[in-house]
């Protein structure tokens, strides 16, 4: 299946957190976009892998995602190497997407500059023919590269290179977002408090969401970084 935006996001649920209502937004313009999650979230301090992997299977159907995937590295510990880049050459060469959303440049857990990184220069090897990879089903892959890959926002914050309107899909995002109940604000949950799991953390993701969305004059937005200058031929399509 050929996508139009593939996300490549270190743990499940940053995607949800940092990029889905552009998703929401391009599905709705009838774009197909998928996510390949690299890890399971496995050193996370709640929940299980199993849980989360069910989290995920709900927050797909709401975001209506035309594939997800999970290369099962390891959290916390996956490397930018030779094997792991090969792992995710073979995503963009099984999707050849025109779009690559990947984690943040640089940010409060190491492995979200990790998978931008990864993200990164597996997209060139994968435009390099040389590289041979095949499909889980035994057949060679051809070569393919994205046209751009942009960098979600994520804790820290970072002036964005450009902001994407998601007012209209604010509710359905957050709605994402919840599908990770392990995860996310529960006063009936008996687990350990972590980072993520507090009431004020969805209040600072949607402070967030303001804050881009006001320098657009929208009501909510979401930030990127990019690779390279944005080139345009009209400045009408910046309006």
Request: glycine share 6%; charged share 25%.
């Amino acid at each position: 299946m050929k996508l139009d935006v593939l996300v490549l996001a270190a743990h499940p649920d940053d995607a949800e957190l940092s990029c889905s209502g552009t998703i929401l937004s391009h599905i709705d313009q009838g774009k197909k976009v998928g996510i390949v999650d690299l890890t399971r979230g496995e050193m996370g301090t709640r929940g299980t892998p199993e849980i989360r992997m069910q989290e995920a299977e709900a927050s797909s159907k709401i975001l209506g995602l035309s594939a997800r995937e999970n290369l099962g590295l390891e959290d916390v510990h996956f490397t930018v190497d030779k094997e792991h880049k090969l792992e995710v050459v073979k995503m963009i060469r099984k999707y050849q997407p025109e779009i690559i959303l990947a984690n943040a440049i640089s940010d409060r857990h190491p492995d979200h500059a990790k998978g931008a990184k990864l993200a990164s220069e597996a997209n060139f090897m994968a435009g390099l023919k040389m590289i041979e990879t095949t499909s889980d089903d035994g057949i060679e892959q051809d070569a393919w590269k994205a046209k751009v890959i942009y960098h979600y926002v994520q804790n820290n914050y970072i002036v964005p290179d450009l902001v994407v309107d998601i007012s209209p899909y604010w509710e359905k995002k957050l709605a994402s977002i919840k599908a990770f109940k392990s995860q996310f604000y529960d006063p009936n949950s008996t687990e350990p408090e972590s980072f993520i799991s507090s009431a004020e953390f969805l209040e600072f993701i949607e402070a967030r969401a303001k804050e881009y969305g006001h320098s657009i004059g929208v009501k909510y937005g979401e930030g990127f970084t990019v690779e390279r200058n944005i080139g345009v031929s009209n400045l009408f399509d910046l309006i």
